[in-house]
């Protein structure tokens, strides 16, 4: 609305200019009277005034419309930020789980092997059986039936102090009850686990 009043105060002023220009140069006497010339430039002064409301007023409407549209991106941007920031997040996330799954079923892994080597090189082989060690020994009892399910709390048990619980059949002061003290704590560890995973022990 206020662009086309100020579109028609301007041409009016331009037709106005351009009526006075002709008239004056064709009548050597314009204006005729006073009155007239008064007349004339209070209504030109009029459009002039109105002319320059409307042009402030057009500006400050364009200025807001501005800053509106302004206001507007400014949002769109932010939430585009925050919705990319999300997303970079929940990927860091996925990224952080799959290392530690990964490098926790490596850690797993190295421990089961270093379960098995402890199993062998203490000696383990040559009294009890366990299918997955290739072993056959009969001293002790058979691991595969004698830790099938149970629990490594009780497996740990079995090994530094095997006479808590005698396997029937078997005597007992017959396995050494030192390997608590002379294995290590991270090979102690690892027997265990090995053990454990190895009679597929329920826990």
């Excluded at 048990?157 to 396995?175: C, G, L, R």
Aim: hydrophobic share 40%; net charge negative.
């Amino acid at each position: 609305m206020n662009d086309t009043v100020f579109y028609v105060l301007g041409l009016s002023l331009v037709a106005i200019a351009l009526v006075v220009s002709f008239v004056g140069l064709r009548w050597e006497k314009f204006p005729s009277s006073r009155a007239l010339l008064v007349g004339g430039t209070v209504a030109v002064a009029g459009l002039v005034a109105a002319t320059a409301v409307f042009a402030w007023r057009n500006a400050e409407d364009e200025q807001e419309h501005r800053e509106h549209e302004l206001a507007e991106a400014a949002e769109e941007n932010a939430a585009e930020g925050d919705e990319l920031e999300a997303a970079e997040e929940v990927g860091s996330e996925v990224a952080e789980e799959t290392t530690t799954t990964s490098t926790g079923g490596a850690a797993d892994t190295a421990t089961i092997d270093q379960g098995s080597q402890v199993f062998a090189s203490a000696g383990c082989t040559g009294c009890h059986t366990l299918a997955d060690a290739g072993s056959n020994g009969t001293t002790g009892p058979d691991l595969d039936g004698a830790l099938k399910g149970k629990p490594e709390s009780f497996i740990r048990t079995s090994i530094v102090d095997p006479n808590a619980e005698i396997e029937q059949n078997y005597p007992p002061n017959v396995m050494p009850d030192n390997y608590g003290t002379e294995l290590s704590p991270e090979d102690l560890d690892a027997l265990v686990a090995y053990l454990h995973q190895a009679t597929a022990g329920g826990g």
